[in-house]
């Protein structure tokens, strides 16, 4: 795992993980990795938990055209979208800090990685790939699933990406049985103990 850009430290690890507003985001947390990781919904439960903003750049894309992800990718195709990705990126990135999902190909543009980099960090939600296809293989929202052996494409696509998503900041695990919940408290623990001050705990007089 590596640190880029590191911001100074302010307090200690805590004890246990993180919760409240008594702890503030310094710089936006980008959630990264495969399809079926989980990046939405652990991404909306540390929001809550932090009392952050939460940020899906899938869901803004699919607000801009008022088509689904696989409509965009049939009628433009995977170009056009990765293209408006990385522009709703770039702006999602401008903002206030805050929890930021992004769709399993974002991290892999070196522009979007640069930009994560420079105004946030990037925490790669780590499955192994039987996890995943458990959780994607009765989704038909995935375009780059829909072909005739889901199965294999996706192992391509995971031994194509993880070596990029090793490249993230923070790497937390992702196992089977482990709650939603328990995934987003294990994020933010892993933040509050980054050396970079990514998620440090308010002076008393502020919280």
């Known amino acids: 795992m ?3 850009n590191p911001l100074p430290a302010r ?3 805590p004890k246990t993980a993180p919760r409240g507003d008594a702890w503030q985001l310094m710089r ?3 959630l990264v990795g495969m399809p079926g990781c989980g990046k939405s919904a652990v991404g909306a439960a540390l929001a809550r938990r932090l009392c952050a903003p939460f940020r899906d750049s899938d ?4 607000a801009a055209a008022n088509l689904g992800i696989a409509e965009i990718f049939d ?3 995977e170009d056009f979208f990765r293209e408006k990705e990385a522009q709703v990126l770039a702006r999602l990135l ?3 800090p805050c929890v930021l999902s992004t769709g399993g190909g974002a991290f892999l543009r070196p522009g979007n990685r640069a930009l994560i980099a420079e105004r946030g960090i990037a925490v790669w939600l780590k499955a192994d790939l039987e996890l995943l296809w458990e959780r994607v293989r009765r989704k038909e929202t995935r375009p780059l699933l829909r072909v005739p052996d889901p199965r294999a494409r996706l192992a391509e696509l995971y031994d194509e990406r993880v070596p990029v998503y090793a490249q993230a900041g923070l790497t937390v695990e992702s196992e089977a049985g482990v709650s939603v919940a328990t995934m987003a408290a294990r994020v933010a623990r892993a933040l509050a103990e980054h050396p970079g001050g ?5 002076a008393k007089d502020e919280a």
Request: hydrophobic fraction near 45%.
């Open 2 to 4: 590596t640190t880029e």
């Open 11 to 13: 307090g200690r690890a």
């Open 28 to 30: 936006p947390v980008v």
């Open 59 to 62: 869901a803004e894309i699919v």
């Open 75 to 77: 009628r433009w195709g």
């Open 94 to 96: 401008e903002g206030a």
């Open 198 to 202: 990514v998620l440090v705990q308010k």
